[in-house]
């Protein structure tokens, strides 16, 4: 190793966080020495946040913890007892497996999921020509985080990708965090886009999460799945001051005539019984949010319910409502797609030689590849599901079928790996470039190659090429080069560089001026703001969305919330022995009246149980939590675990009102104590 031949390479941190940190890695004659953050990037300002600090200096960079070489399986399902064969083998097997499907035109029991170990354009989403040229069974991946969301969104407004600029926060006197916390899921957000905003910050949030304690001038701790009923209670104080922006109604909206009814009776008291929130706070956040300047930062916790699309369309009623868009300084922001930049995802995808193919839910999972009616071969790449999806026990089940034929695609030996035929080891996001488009600043950032691949692992592009050539598929988009992908998206966009000095800039800004939401109106039928969709009540949904709250829990359960922790991203990093001893013991943060009410302390070990399983957990006695309520950080890796389970263990599939997305914070579990127990 010589320091003479040092080079600092900018790269992007690829992972699925509205940071999208520029990085620099440190690399000693091709070895890399150390990744740090890129001082120069506006975002990170030369710091990673402590998981990626960790993990990218850990197990990310050592190759005895990759997967290395393609292995096929040697012992039971589960086991992980592999032996190492050469890619030529690895992908005969596989084309020899998938070839009879094909002939036989059952191409939708090849079913496959995927989600977001990178959000890199070419590699989270270049795969899926692959799958859906065959005519493959999708496993939604939205489905199992923020489809709900999308959908309610795309009602209303016609587009889930079009946030306000975050540039534009300068301009506004109220920023509303409603379901989101930066502090873990956005940490540099968090604390330069936050905290150091002379804005009147109002966190709504039923766990009290570091960034209601730490940026927020007002903390609305409502109960869990009473979100639509706030927004609702918000309209009605915005209206019973004369603060609803008639005028914006009349040009933008579309069908508000039609909850005016509703606003009336959510008056602050009705407001303050459903919600549990304080009627004056009510009062005192109506009166700031709707003045104005206002933005709303919706994040994905409240749409995780099972009114969860509800609230997303109650809270686009309070947004229509009082006008506040169109203007610097006001709009919401679930996300801001590549679109934003005028990056067309088909040209990763090339939707263009897509068969008709099926999709079918997350929560739906276990049901489908339990039956061999719906799923003779699974592929998983760039997710863990056994980590992440709902009814973990029965889809541990179902991978155990002997007839069904799997292959993963991975760069760590997962929970999912384990019961995989075939493991195909896929490069990770240092070596090989990419581009990641930010889903909340409108910029543009390299991922560049900074190292080889350890052993013979591969990009995922590069992995569904060879597949593609080895079941003789002609179609020549299965074969593009990462190269002419690289140039056609770049093309897209107003950048004028190529990969090349977009690599020695790491990251870009695309807009001389803050970008307006929605430069080019609203994508729904009438062209304005759907408050009354037609399409809505056409998917048999209520027609307007509606004042709800869900009922506090009876009978002694909890609530069980499972947001994201500060020491994972959704399941990545949950293998690095650092990682690990952050995270401790499973814990279950439970509200001091719940634990008394128990004789529970800190330290002692209870379950976690309802229909769907049981979870053993180490109780932190903790006014995160509400009365009621519990929080489990997911993300765990249930071969970590003593009890070889997660959060998930306890998530039945159960789903949300839109979008068939999962309603994993609607969860409902018994405590029970070991006391009890005996
Ligand atoms: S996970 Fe997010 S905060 Fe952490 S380094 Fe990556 S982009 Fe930055």
Redesign the pocket.
């Known amino acids: 190793m010589s320091k003479e031949n040092r080079k600092f390479i900018k790269t992007?941190?690829?992972?699925?966080?509205?940071?999208?940190?520029g990085?620099v890695a440190a690399v000693d004659d091709g070895q890399v020495r150390k990744v740090l953050?890129d001082p120069d990037h506006h975002?990170?300002k030369g710091v990673?946040?402590?998981?990626?600090?960790i993990a990218?200096n850990g197990v990310w960079r050592q190759p005895d913890r990759r997967l290395t070489q393609p292995l096929k399986r040697v012992g039971k399902k589960g086991e992980a007892a592999f032996e190492p064969i050469s890619w030529d083998e690895a992908l005969e097997t596989v084309a020899g497996r998938l070839k009879p499907l094909l002939e036989e035109k059952r191409n939708e029991t090849i079913v496959h999921a995927h989600y977001t170990g990178t959000v890199g354009l070419i590699a989270g989403w270049y795969p899926l020509r692959f799958f859906s040229h065959i005519g493959a069974t999708e496993i939604d991946p939205d489905t199992v985080c923020n489809k709900a969301g999308h959908v309610a969104l795309e009602y209303t407004v016609g587009d889930s990708l079009d946030g306000f600029d975050p540039e534009t926060a300068k301009d506004a006197a109220t920023i509303l965090v409603w379901g989101a916390n930066p502090s873990h899921?956005?940490?540099?957000m968090h604390k330069a886009w936050l905290r150091d905003r002379s804005a009147n910050i109002v966190v709504i949030d039923p766990v009290a999460t570091n960034t209601a304690l730490d940026v927020a001038r007002t903390h609305l701790q409502l109960r869990p799945g009473t979100d639509a009923a706030l927004a609702f209670g918000l309209l009605h104080v915005a209206k019973s001051h004369q603060l609803l922006d008639r005028v914006f109604i009349q040009s933008n909206v579309k069908g508000f005539d039609e909850i005016e009814a509703a606003i009336d009776v959510s008056d602050p008291e009705t407001t303050a019984e459903l919600t549990g929130l304080p009627a004056e706070k009510i009062i005192e956040v109506g009166l700031a949010y709707a003045k104005g300047p206002s933005m709303i930062w919706m994040g994905q916790g409240m749409q995780r319910t099972s009114r969860g699309g509800n609230a997303f369309r109650a809270i686009l009623a309070l947004v229509a409502g009082t006008g506040q868009m169109g203007k610097p300084g006001t709009g919401f922001c679930y996300m801001n797609g590549p679109g934003t930049r005028g990056i067309d995802m088909d040209s990763a995808t090339a939707s263009q030689i897509a068969q008709d193919g099926q999709s079918v839910s997350h929560m739906d999972m276990a049901d489908t590849l339990e039956n061999a009616e719906q799923s003779q071969a699974f592929f998983t790449w760039n997710c863990n599901p056994l980590a992440s999806s709902p009814d973990q026990t029965r889809l541990r089940k179902a991978l155990e079928r002997e007839d069904l034929f799997t292959v993963a695609c991975d760069v760590f030996p997962t929970d999912t790996v384990a019961y995989a035929d075939i493991v195909l080891p896929a490069a990770s996001f240092l070596e090989f470039n990419d581009i990641v488009a930010p889903y909340f600043h409108h910029t543009l950032s390299a991922q560049v190659k900074i190292q080889e691949a350890p052993g013979e692992a591969l990009p995922n592009q590069e992995i569904f090429r060879r597949l593609a050539s080895k079941l003789e598929l002609e179609e020549p988009l299965l074969f593009e080069s990462d190269e002419v992908l690289l140039s056609r998206i770049l093309a897209m966009t107003s950048y004028e560089g190529d990969f090349a000095t977009l690599s020695e800039a790491g990251t870009v800004q695309l807009f001389d001026e803050p970008r307006m939401q929605f430069p080019d109106g609203f994508a729904t039928p009438s062209g304005k703001i759907e408050i009354a969709s037609a399409a809505a009540e056409a998917d048999g949904l209520p027609r307007v969305p509606e004042p709800h709250a869900d009922k506090p829990t009876e009978g002694g359960r909890l609530r069980i919330v499972s947001p994201a922790s500060k020491w994972q991203?959704n399941s990545?990093y949950a293998n690095d022995p650092g990682i690990q001893e952050q995270i401790g013991a499973i814990a279950l943060h439970l509200h001091p009246q719940d634990a008394e009410a128990r004789n529970l302390s800190t330290g002692d070990v209870a379950t976690l149980t309802n229909e769907a399983g049981e979870l053993p957990v180490t109780i932190d006695v903790s006014e995160i939590a509400q009365p009621g309520m519990g929080v489990v950080y997911k993300g765990r890796w249930p071969n970590a675990e003593p009890s070889a389970s997660n959060i998930n263990v306890l998530h039945k599939g159960a789903k949300s009102d839109i979008g068939e997305a999962t309603c994993v914070h609607s969860l409902e579990a018994e405590l029970v104590t070991r006391e009890a127990a005996e």
């Open positions: 992007t941190c690829p992972r699925d966080c509205y940071d999208a940190c990085m953050g975002v990170a990673l946040c402590g998981k990626c600090a990218y899921s956005a940490p540099h991203m990545s």
